[in-house]
DNA sequence: CAAGCCGGCTAACGAACATTAGTTTAAAGA
DNA sequence: TCTTTAAACTAATGTTCGTTAGCCGGCTTG
């Protein structure tokens, strides 16, 4: 039995640090150069442990979107209303961001700098995933539940803020159940007093 | 008078296009050669033009964060209640991002390839600019027009989707003012139907 | 027609880039 | 103690980067 335990295992310190230094300055913008100084080694002997710069943004990101995926899926296989899916999705974005604050930060933007076929596979998966939230909240707007508004306009007002999230539980880390709460109050109640 | 309406102006040609490459690839992963293949140049003439990549980004950042701040000033400045100076700021985003789809995407992320002194002038306006937001935003909640919620997340979310207004933007054009009463509806009156 | 200049161009610079090859170190297993 | 092996290192590759220098064609203006 070879080595449980060993020590923080480089590999995923090059992985946190990457993603740390990718969602500060961007992929393109970062060197291997500043990987290996963060991670206190010099950029040739990070090859020892990944096979190329995007490899690392691949490492990084399709993880990620599979497990949006994969929550989605079993939100929409379970049985709910709409307005209770809603508040699942913004369940998982805040379980999702306060896991991986790194690596959820590159979906905005960095994206892009996938190679295929990682880059279609990517999008394939936003896609759908995107797909799946505007049809929960037409079925809100339905069902009486959500005021009947733009769904498009809905989703996208949800999910700029559940993207940003990261970068506020940077800054407040806390009690996630409170965040959700504040997110579904938030997005979903409105500022207004009633 | 030397020359009213010379051609496009190479100038702002250049801007315009370094604006969508900073904005689609960021700044650091933008070549001098992917600005001057867009402009249809070679990218040595673009300095005839420019004085570096560096003043470039400066100058399609600077002015908008003095738009915004510009902005602000005479919504503080004006007699309003303070649920009219939410609305007014929804406003002066939706206006100035129709304006600038461009230049506006960079103040999400690329701002930190900003050199001294402009950097630092950038993020003391952004600041005072989401200072002064906080305090509308505690108005609200003091006056009772808002529920008592932890402000500093009503402000997050509320920057975060108007950050992003550039994507909906540039994918679904239309009239801005149909756009500005949906993001006050999303953002203040809230989705849930009452 | 001549002068000037605006805005392209080619050529070249050193620096930084991602990556490869080959070597050394040091801890683990025999 | 000797062997193996993982993971660091140095050195060097070719490419691309932002930028400078200097040239040249073609308008505009006298």
Redesign the interface.
Known sequence: MAKILRPPGRLEIILKESAALFR???????SMNDIAEAVGIRAASLYNHITSKQQLLSALLMPIAEKFTAGMAEICAADLSPISRIERLVALHVRLTVAHPGPIALIT??W??LEEPDRSTFLGQRNTYEKHFLEI?EA?IAG????P??S???L??ML??L??LH??WRK?PGDPAV?ES??V??????????
Chains 1, 2 share one sequence.
């Open positions: 500060d300055k961007g992929y393109g913008a970062t933007g960095d892009v700098h909240i809100c009486g539940a959500f005021s508004i733009d498009r306009v809905a996208f007002s700029s803020t993207h940003a970068s506020w407040h965040l504040q997110m109050h938030c997005l979903v109640e409105g500022l207004r007093q009633k």
